[in-house]
């Protein structure tokens, strides 16, 4: 079965410093990962994704993804959090059907 | 384009009438997605189409729940009759499907309240 999973409901961070927001997946065959952010009250909003290739993907707003194939992860990262940042990140496993299976969200704190 | 287009933003009705959400998808895209958001069990979908025809409706929680993509640039999604415990805010997706992995677009929400 295929799954997704992050395993922390919230992260904190200082301002400046790097983030790290974590994701493992379970899959057979190739995975298709994604993160998506949520900022309040709004809808999800796309960030990056990996298909094939390079295992460091960029995204907006600074983000990049490293994809672990060993390790079954697709962390988020960012160099320097800016207070911006706080939201609900969501990584994302599609399968075949276009289907994409969300895990149930991190919740980002960024402090000043 | 004005991207995914839900209406109502915000809906407060009370037990055992029925609500009608609708949904927009961004013009040209084959996919279209329902979901619905809570504190309790997070985002959850319900329903999804492909090209106007429902393909896995598995996450539909129960016959009071209907959906229908009657054309390519509309869906609603149907309660009938509603109860508190279907409040929280839904959201409608799409994208264009294919070979590609596309990435889905999001709506803003409808926030719904059934006292």
């Known amino acids: 079965a295929q799954s997704v999973a992050q395993p922390e409901d919230q992260v904190n961070v200082a301002e400046g410093n790097p983030l790290t927001v974590k994701c493992t997946y379970s899959?057979?065959?190739?995975?298709?990962l994604f993160w998506y952010v949520q900022y309040p009250n709004r809808g999800l909003q796309f960030l990056l994704k990996?298909?094939?290739?390079?295992?460091l993907v960029k995204g907006s707003y600074g983000f990049e993804a490293e994809f672990n194939k060993s390790q079954t992860s697709f962390h988020l990262k960012k160099p320097s959090a800016l207070v911006s940042d706080s939201a609900l990140y969501f990584c994302a496993l599609m399968n075949r059907d276009d289907k994409i299976i969300f895990g149930k969200g991190t919740r980002l704190h960024i402090l000043p | 384009d004005a991207g995914v287009i839900q209406s109502p933003r915000h809906e407060v009705t009370e037990m055992g009438q029925e609500v009608t959400l609708r949904c927009k998808p961004i013009s040209g895209h084959n996919s279209l997605f329902w979901y619905r958001q809570t504190m309790m069990r997070g985002l959850e979908l319900l329903i999804y189409f492909n090209n106007n025809v429902p393909i896995d409706d598995s996450g539909m929680p129960e016959d009071r729940f209907s959906a229908k993509m009657p054309n390519a640039s509309f869906s609603t999604l149907k309660i009938q009759p509603s109860e508190p415990r279907d409040s929280a805010v839904y959201f409608c997706a799409s994208s264009l499907s294919g070979s590609s992995y596309n990435e889905q677009f999001f709506g803003p929400g409808t926030r719904l309240t059934v006292l």
């Open positions: 990996y298909i094939t290739g390079d295992n």
């Open positions: 899959v057979s065959g190739n995975p298709y």
